[in-house]
Antibody, heavy 120, light 107 residues
Framework: EVQLVESGGVVVQPGGSLRLSCAAS????????MHWVRQPPGKGLEWVCL????????EYADSVKGRFTISRDNSKNSLYLQMSSLRPEDTAFYYC?????????????WGQGTLVTVSS | DIQMTQSPSSLSASVGDRVTITCRAS??????LNWYQQKPGEAPKVLIS???SLQSGVPSRFSGSGSGTDFTLTISILQPEDFATYYC?????????FGGGTKVETK
């Protein structure tokens, strides 16, 4: 059974930094692309970024480009999101999601989410 | 960026009803269209990929159709567990984008 467990969500001040982690199990982690998707409380879904199976290709939403960095450690079956220059509009539940493909576009499994609150 | 527009944003329906949700892309995405269901307090779950391919374990009352710019998600006979919010998502090009969601509520 695929399991994705996010951690690292906290309350942080505007301008601050934070690293989210996602621990993966139940599948061959380095066969698949991975994504971060976020959802402000009570609002819709926004794709944040993706990383391909081996980490040599990453892509970002314009809203986070230059501030967020996605990475993975296939030896640890882990996905990360380094967030900097945080803004109040970054407040959201952050989900890690597994793709169906090595470099893809379909979120076939999701974690339970971790809440990041950017507030002074 | 490709904009995804869902309609309606909400609807009221009864168990047993046929429900149709539409999703329109701002440009052709061929069939790179996926549908997700999200219940309160839960992560989204994929229902349909590539416009019309039912994911494993998803009941056959769910179906998807369309290509190009116009797509439809249909629930043939609404069940109590289907009250939720539904999102479409295009996978044609990055940035990957979602529709605004359709909340299916009980009438």
């Amino acid at each position: 059974e695929v399991q994705l467990v996010e951690s690292g969500g906290v309350v942080v001040q505007p301008g601050g930094s934070l690293r989210l982690s996602c621990a993966a199990s139940g599948f061959t982690f380095d066969d698949y692309a991975m994504h971060w998707v976020r959802q402000p409380p009570g609002k819709g879904l926004e794709w944040v970024c993706l990383i391909n199976w081996n980490g040599d290709n990453t892509e970002y939403a314009d809203s986070v480009k230059g501030r967020f960095t996605i990475s993975r450690d296939n030896s640890k079956n882990s996905l990360y999101l380094q967030m900097s220059s945080l803004r109040p509009e970054d407040t959201a539940f952050y989900y890690c999601a597994k793709d169906t493909y090595p470099a893809g576009d379909l979120f076939d499994s999701w974690g339970q989410g971790t809440l990041v609150t950017v507030s002074s | 960026d490709i904009q995804m527009t869902q309609s309606p944003s909400s609807l009221s329906a009864s168990v047993g009803d046929r429900v149709t949700i539409t999703c329109r892309a701002s440009q052709s995405i061929t069939t790179y269209l996926n549908w997700y269901q999200q219940k309160p307090g839960e992560a989204p779950k994929v229902l349909i990929s590539d416009a019309s391919s039912l994911q494993s374990g998803v009941p056959s009352r769910f179906s998807g159709s369309g290509s190009g710019t116009d797509f439809t998600l249909t629930i043939s006979i609404l069940q109590p567990e289907d009250f939720a919010t539904y999102y479409c998502q295009q996978g044609y090009s990055t940035p990957l984008t979602f529709g605004g969601g359709t909340k299916v509520e009980t009438k």
